[in-house]
């Protein structure tokens, strides 16, 4: 690369008060240089991934060796350093016209706000994020049947609802899908926002974390999911399983978001599929803090819990349902809670339709098509589509439009290299007509070109292998 024509000084402006070029734009030498640099970067560097890690990069000093750059976000800076540094240093050197090193750090400016004060406001940021999720009121202590297989969590919950931060920190509750880990911990939530008004609960699924966290980074609005993470009571962070070993943001961004609640004594609750130490994917450290304290199982209820949480929700639909019928749906569904929930709703249509009592004939009727148990689901088109347009921030329509809006595009791009890795029996020209597109070779085109993006940038590699990750879960 030809050196720059504009020179930069060789010493601070400030030690001989004898700025060269930098002088004739009253700018210390540091912004000169860093400007120079930036312009060349700009153009190497591709305009999505330019605006999500220098954009607000600072220069903070140059002393004519070394030029110190400082930047907000630590992922950002971490990345910049892993990837950047040797670029950044060519373009130093280009522009000084001789040997520069550059060194990057973390604004220390920024630092969190070292007392939480957790009835501050947050500024609310533009577009989709951050995610907020409500915390669903008929989840409650009083709505849960408890049982021998779900009785310690249930008291577990309750003692964090009751004496939040003070023990069981933090809570985790593991267990399989459908055997109540959310209900419990929104009963916890709901539980104390009525009691407890001043305390900011915050419930979060892994998953919206890790997507605000994306959309952090792009956006340099690290600061503020900092800030909004952190400024909590109690935490409610419901299926970790979901962020990935790749995800090495996130379980970063997990690990110091847990820490600074810890240490402040704000409640933390996680939930999980697994018990910890079978998180293979995180960090070790994220484990042990895991396993620091109260670690609790849900196994599927017995009959006699089954029974009991379909006679309650019968009474709640105020369906008249005869006790053999109960036993039966008890007994036919033993995994997940929400089949039983499924049954109920499936026999209180039938019986309006057929204007009749719920009798167990009916019952064997209705109940004959649903799945003995929830089976393994199948990847589908829709589901890509879902998951690509949430994680892009783009409509499903819109992907399957015409629009050729760089991010629309780009998510168009991704759900057929996804589509390539999923569904492998699955034709090019099936692929492309499922994203709206007549010509297979499109797809052939976005499967190249999503490789290329992911072997330059890292940010969005950990982004497509997530959804890679989420759909073959
Ligand atoms: P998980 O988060 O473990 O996958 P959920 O908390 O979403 O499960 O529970 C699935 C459904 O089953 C919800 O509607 C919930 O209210 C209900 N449910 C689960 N366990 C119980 C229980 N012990 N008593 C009452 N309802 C339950
Ligand atoms: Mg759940």
Known sequence: MAPLKMSIPMQNAADDGMVQSGADSGLMPETVLWHLIYEKLQEQVPQQFFTAFFQNIRAEKYDGRQLKLVGENPQVVS????????????????????????????????????????SQPIPVA???????????????????????SNEHAFSAALG?????????????LYGGVGLGKTHLMMAIGN???QSKPW????????????SDLVDAMKTGM??????????????????????????EYTQEEIYHTFNYLFQNKKQIVISSDRPPQALSKLHDRLQSRFQSGLVIDIKPP??????????????????S???????????????????????????????????????????????RDLPQEASGQQVTIDEILRVVARSFHVEEAEIKGNSRIENIALARHACMYLARQVLPSMSLANIAQAFGRADHTTVIHAEKKIKDIMDKDEVFRVQILELLEELQF
Do not use: C
């Not at 900092?226 to 990935?244: E, S, T």
């Open 160 to 172: 964090v609802a009751e004496k939040p931060g003070e023990f069981h920190n933090p809570l985790y």
């Open 126 to 148: 533009a577009g989709s994020y951050p995610h907020v999720i409500h915390l669903n009121p008929n989840y409650t202590f009083e709505r849960f049947i408890k049982g021998p």
């Open 302 to 319: 017995n009959l006699e819990t089954r029974i009991a949480i379909l006679q309650a929700r019968s009474e709640e639909m105020r369906l």
């Open 199 to 210: 305390l900011k609960v915050q419930y979060t699924p892994a998953e919206s974390f890790q």
């Open 222 to 247: 690290h600061a503020h999911f900092k800030a909004r993470y952190r400024n909590v009571d109690v935490f409610l962070f419901d299926d970790i399983q979901f962020i990935g070993q790749r995800a």
């Open 321 to 367: 349902i005869p006790f053999e019928v109960l036993k039966y749906i008890a007994s036919r569904f033993t995994g997940q809670v929400r089949t039983l929930e499924a049954s109920l709703a499936k026999l209180q249509f039938m019986s309006e339709h057929e204007r009749r009592p719920i009798d167990l004939q009916m019952t064997k009727l209705a109940l």
């Open 79 to 118: 990345h910049i350093k892993k990837r950047y540094l040797p670029l950044l240093k060519e373009l130093a050197t280009n522009a000084a016209e001789h040997e520069v090193e550059v060194d990057l750090q973390e604004d220390q400016r920024s630092s969190p706000p070292t007392t939480p004060a957790a």
């Open 191 to 193: 539980a104390i926002t």
